[in-house]
Structure formats: C-alpha cells, structure tokens
C-alpha cells in the first residue's frame, strides 16, 4: 500500500491532474500544493457542474480531505480569497480543511502589470499572473512573503517593492505606475481574511504522515515546462517535477512511495515554443475540438499533435515515475490512424511510428474489458514504449469516466 503518492503532468500541462487528483484524493488524509500558482488551472466536472480551481488543491470536493497551500507556491491573496468564497457558495466548505503556508511568495497586481509588459517584448505567451515576477522577486530577496503581511513593517517593504517595480513599468517599459495605496489597502483585508488558514504546512504533512495518513503532492503545469528541465526559455518559472515537493511542501520526496505522472494520450502546448508534434491542420483541429482544448486560466485556444512517447520515457526516467495515468483517450475515437513519436532525430524532427485507430468507442468506458480491442493494444504498446505501466485510463470529463487497472494507492 503506497502512503504516499505524488502527482504530476509529464507534457506541458493540461493533462487533466485536477481531474485524477479529485478521483485519487478519496484515498487520501491531505492534498499539497507545492508549486506553481494561479497560472494553473483545473476544471473539474462533478455531476455536469463545471469547477474551476487555480490555487486550492483539486482534492477540495473531497468533504473529509484537507488541504495545503506549500511555500513553494506563488499565492496572489486576491485569488485565493476568490476562489474560497466560490467553493463555499457551491456548497463546498473549507472551515478547518485549508492550510496555507506563510512563507509562499506573494502576488501583487504589480507582477501581473510586470508580466504583461514584459512579455510583449518576450513572446513567451505567458498566462499573465505575475507568477514569473512574483518568483523573480523571491529569487532576489526583495519580494514579500504571505507572512510579512502581518508584520509592522510590511507598508514599508510594500513601498519599496512598488518603488523597484514602479521604475521598471515608467522608465523601462513606458507605462503608467501602479497605486501602491490601493495594493496596501486590498493587502490588509486580505491578511485579515486569511489569517485562519495560516499553517506550518510542513509541520502537518509530518503529523498526518505521523497518524498514519496518506498525503497526495499534486503538481501544476507539466515536466516540459519546468524551469530548468523544460524547453527554456518556453516554460513557466518554477520546478514542476515530483523533485520540488521536498522544498515546495516541506516533505521529504524520498518519502513519496508512488510517482504517478498524468500523460494525455495526444499532446498540447498553450504559450509559445517548441511542439516537434505539433498538427495545425485538420488534425489538430480535431483534436482540438473533440477534446475542447482552450484553456481554463487564460481562454487560449491550445495547439494540439501527436504524443510523444520518447520524451514521456525520458521524462519516466528522470521523475522516477512508477505509474502512468493516460487522459483523454476518448479523443482518439473515430482517428483511422494514430501517430506516436518515439523522440526526435539530430535535427529536432520527431521519428513516428503510425498505429491504426480502432472500432468502437472509448467515450465514457469503465472498465479495461469493454474498451475496443483496438484501444487496449495502443495501450500496451504505449507500456512497451515508454516502460512504465499505464495504471489508470480516462475516457471522458465525468469522475465515473475512469478505468481503474490498479489503484496507484494500492500498486
Ligand atoms: P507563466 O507560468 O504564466 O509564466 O507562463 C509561462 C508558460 O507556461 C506559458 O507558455 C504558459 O502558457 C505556460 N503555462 C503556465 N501555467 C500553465 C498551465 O497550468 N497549463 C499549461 N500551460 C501553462
């Protein structure tokens, strides 16, 4: 029985975690948070109602399960406070079952004008958070902390940190100054609201694992967007892989009994960048409409192609990944052929292998028995390719639409 489990998306993001994250919270005592931001997104879709959470733990519609907010995330309070009153409107209460970290750097409304600016000269295609600033601001030692809020003279360092950035937006990049009053304001009646969460996170996830309870680590974004690992300049700014739990949560990730990485079984990529398998013909767009692929932070049409396999392995290898939960298989109904990447040649051009579609519908199966014997095949051989079992399947946005081969709890 695996304790521990920690969940991560092996592309770049959107491989519907908030979705497997909700299914395997139900197992689960804890649901950690421990990078990334608001930048995430995770619609989940529980009785036809959609969901959208960006910061709170997708293990939130779980009624008993409790969850945290690590330091390595970057916390924009006005988010947070949002989506906490959004969940309680929907029935969803959070009284004693939220733990924030004080140590997550903050995100102010000047990181998101920051973001903006700057990315209309980078052309990274950012989701315009400030997440990229926030983290910047952390890394240099100027930015504030979610706990500094609360100390006398957090309107002082706020004054500086608008100074800094206030000459940035003017002079660098020509635009109007932010209002560091209004951000001081909105900062103080957000302290006072989120004062209750405030929590040693660390020092939970170790009384939980204390009593015996199972903590689910649930990443945002994907391996390929990690900040060092990823397809640099083209990624987000923190680290995204299952490594990052250990100073993200304050958990040893040695700790983590089962690495479960999410994969759709196609590929797509938001933002600017590298897509070796990209189709921007009637492919993609197939593909796009059949698997609704917008975006749930920013509204951007995704780019769509083929799944790579090779860099799913590689990816397996580096996280140590146990078990591969395929998304989205339901996607692949009706494609006479399918094509799979084995990794890239010397000159970045994917080597494919084309594999025939199948009869029948994956749309809505439960059970690994009535999938088409075509989809099963195209299952095993993605076990073959990429070397690590395929554990779970999911064939549609429902929480029923899930094959369960083994329980990663379990496995
Ligand atoms: P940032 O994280 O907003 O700085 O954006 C940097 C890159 O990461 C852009 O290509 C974004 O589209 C991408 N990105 C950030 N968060 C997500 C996510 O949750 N899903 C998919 N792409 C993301």
Redesign the pocket.
Known sequence: MSRHLAVFGMQ???EGKGKIVDYLARSAAAVCRFQ?GD???HTLVVDGRRIALHLIPSGVLQPDVRCFIGAGVALAPDVLIGEIDTLGQQGFDLGGRLGVSRNCALVLDIHRRI?AAADRRAG??????G??PAYEDRIARRGILLGNMFEPDFRSRLGQLYEYHNFRLTDYYGEAAADVEEQYRTCRQAAEYLNQYITDVSGALESIDSAGGGILFEG???AM?DVVRGTWP????SNTLPAAISFGAGFDFRRIDCVVGIAKAYAT?????PFATEQDGEIGRRLSERGHEV????G?PRRCGWLDAGALKSGARLSGVDAIVLTKLDVLDGFDEILVSLGCDADGAPQYETLPGWDGEVAGVRRWEDLPAGARRFIEHLENLTEVPLQMISTGPERGHTIVRVNPWEG
Do not use: P
């Open positions: 770049w993001g959107d990334g930048n995430a997104g973001d990274i295609g950012t989701t315009g958070r997440i990229g945002a974004q994907g967007l083209y990624v987000t700014s990529r938001v933002g600017e960048g975006g749930t932070t920013t951007r």
